[in-house]
């Protein structure tokens, strides 16, 4: 194998080819009586044997391996070694991206953080960085993407907290191993992924700053996931790297399950993520702060600025990229200007964007001034506008900045996956992303006026339209609803017409509303079909409701079975409603364990694993289990293990717990979350708890917690709870909180209240609470209202409706109604869906048509 050394080939390489040759002349086979035996091409095995040649697929060194009777793990891991390493010749230039160095982080969208006074102009310079707890976890996913294994991780954090400039940080030592980089972007984010994910060659960082852009878009989002996923997973594109980025709502969005017989759009986003969500906090912590100050002596002038403001509470990082000034730039600024601002900010809350046309802003912004506001605008207002909110603060950041849109580097190729958004006419612009957080937090609670509903027309992507149709509906501003979702249904904008069914329903006008969801099952829409199913259930039609929860079903959509067959339990009918059940979970599980029927397992395995059918090493694993062949079962399982099949290493982590080695055990349960199992680590600490070892599984999902493994955590609160270690169970719900997770907490409450322990209820709640829980005066206040506390319910509703929480102002609407006062009930109810909680409302009783946008209701307008 000296040619290979001499060609440029990694020693893994030529180690795994010395052993291939070793074997074909052990057997005593020429290469074409070797193909035959592989089931393979003979220029396959001819180019895995060539010197020179590139890394033999995943698949090709299985089957030689199997073929020559060589172990197949020590192949696989050679194989794994050679593709990672720079020499191996397995970056392709033709893949997206260019070389790590050839990228500026500004053109990555790290935040500039400016010059400090007195600095010779120059260019933009970054301070020095902090390592802190999350640096730890991305280190970990370069050093294993260094070693050949595909890894992604999500950075979840508020804005300007440090996300972009971690990732940027993580990535330079694969710089000098010639990593390539790729930012997808042009035309539009997801349109570019949707693209060319499938072109993305090993070795190359997928940089997916902002992931809400890719995986919330309501065309292509699934299919992003679906695509990453299966890059992340694939042997023969390993090693990538996938870098993302998303704010905590877009996250808590996202991962939340959907409610039974409700669509479920993020499935395979939230599918994606599992596992693979590292929090990042808000503030540096004392160590942090005290590293920031070595670096500030040091001479960071930078640093040391920022310090000055910020050694108090250790928004280092907000301080840096201009956040606080923003805010008194906003606060500070003329009517027109504050104007401008605030329509940004709801068109940003309502997911238009990022990217605002000028006209759009200028037409929206007028209702957002008073009248004398108003009478006193000159003809240069809008301007002038502008001009002051791309003045810089600290020369950071500007609160509203020009954008220039880029030209498409390609020709398109046919029709486009996603929407695409017709030429912009005019200037376009950019809210700053820490007002875009500033706006949701503090303007959650307001609806807003006319002009900005009117403005729509300036928006050119027909997919805002559905935004807004959404967020009008939300605060029950039905005739805007209606308007905005006719013109999307019009431009053919998917899943339109399904939401002028639900505004029809809404106005009680039910013979429209099902026209229209016919309509939209005639057109594919698989929530629609779900939809009519419960709605001829309704009218004892039970055989075309099956009929049409059958063609939701056949479409992807369970929704429909799962709900015909709530509704038939309720009803009585049991056997029924089990039998609709049953074949809705047939259908979600897929194949199952049919091989239990082959009449021989083992050779029918090998034949799909040779044909290429890796999936069946899982079960291939399972079924030598059940035979009591423990050992092969491992080799397999590792082998399904090696392709990421996550199940497989959950399994090979149990074996090897129960096997006595806790460390590799660990290792793979941690591997498996990362690989969408996020209840792995729960698993191994449960059974470590279960046999008596606390320490041990504290110790687990502990360091689990910072990889959204939190429920770990929970799983042990509550065992501890129930356990009657209360002061343990705190303790752990305490550390889940800290990561942004607090189901730990509720989990508490409810086995507290199970137990009849009120006074424990109101410690955890108040824990909960200290702890930053967003949600918690609200569920607080509802236990509250069941333990017949009324007065305690409706302190803490009103605390919560402070912060604008839109069910916390319903209910309190509801307790004045019942209390008799009227005014004070209407008035609150007016401010529930104002802030988008008209869902929970009996809103069709009080405004039969609607509101306006300034909250009068709206007359008869169908």
Partial sequence: MQSDMQNGSSPALTELRKRLSDGLARIRLNKTDLAKRAGLGRTTVQEAFRSGGPVPSAETVAALARALKLPPEELMELRRLAAAEPSSGAVDASGPGRPIDEWDPHSLEVHPVGRIDGVAPGPWLLPGYVSREHDRFLQAAVEDAAKGRSRMVVLVGTSSTGKTRACWEAVQSLASAGWRLWHPFDPTRAEAAIEDLHRVRPRTVVWLNEAQHYLGDPQAGERIAAAAHTLLIQPER????????????????????????????????????????????????????????????????????????????????????GGPALVHRYQHSTPAARAVLEAAMDARRFGIGPVLPQTFLTDAAIDYLTDTELDRLTPDWSEAAFAELARMVHGRQAPLRRTALRRQGRPPKGPSPVTTPHPTAGPTFRLADYLEQHGRTNRRSLCPPASFWHAHTHLTHPGDLIRLTKAASERYRLQWAYHLCRQAADADVEGALGHLAVIRHKVGDREGSELLYRQAADAGDSHAMAVLAVMREGDGDREKAEAFARRAADAGNLDGLYSLAGIRERNGDKESAFTLAEEAEGIREGVGAEWVLIKDPEAEFRQAVDAGDLSELFHWAAWRETTGDTEGAETLYRQAAATGHAEAMLRLAEMREKAGDRMDAEALALK?????????????????????????????????????????????????????????????????AHTGKFYA??????????????????????????????????????????????????????????????????????????????????????????????????????????????????????
Wanted: charge should be negative; glycine fraction near 8%.
């Fill in 238 to 321: 390993a090693p990538i790297l996938v870098l993302a980025t998303l704010w905590p709502e877009y996250a808590d969005q996202y991962t939340a399950l959907a409610a039974p017989g409700q669509p479920d759009p993020h499935s395979r986003v939230r599918e994606l993520l599992a596992g693979r969500m590292v929090s990042i906090p808000d503030s540096f912590d004392a160590h942090a702060l005290a590293a920031a100050t070595v670096l500030a002596e040091n001479g960071d002038r930078q640093l040391a600025d920022a310090l000055t403001r910020t050694g108090d509470h250790g928004r280092v990082t907000q301080d840096l990229a």
């Fill in 672 to 736: 498996a979350v990362s690989a969408g199992k996020g209840y792995a680590v729960l698993r191994l600490a449960v059974n470590r708890e279960k046999a008596g070892d606390r320490e041990g599984a504290e110790a687990v999902a502990r360091r689990a917690a910072h990889i959204d493994a939190t429920q770990a955590l929970r799983g042990l609160a509550e065992m501890r709870e129930k356990a009657g270690d209360r002061e343990s169970a705190e303790a752990l719900a305490r550390q889940a």
């Fill in 745 to 862: 907490f509720h989990s508490l409450a409810h086995i507290r209240h199970e137990a009849g322990d009120p006074e424990g209820v109101e410690s955890i709640y108040q824990q909960a609470a200290d702890a930053g829980d967003p949600d918690v005066l609200f569920d607080w206040g509802l236990w509250r209202e069941k333990a017949e506390d009324v007065e305690g319910a409706e302190t803490l509703y009103q605390q919560a409706a402070g912060t604008g929480h839109g069910r916390a102002l319903a209910r309190l609407a509801e307790m004045r109604e019942r209390a008799g006062d009227v005014e004070a009930a209407e008035a609150l109810a007016l401010q529930a869906a104002n802030a988008g909680a008209a869902d929970v409302l009996r809103a069709s009783k009080r405004w039969p048509y609607g509101l306006d946008p300034d909250g009068t209701p709206t007359p008869p307008w169908l």
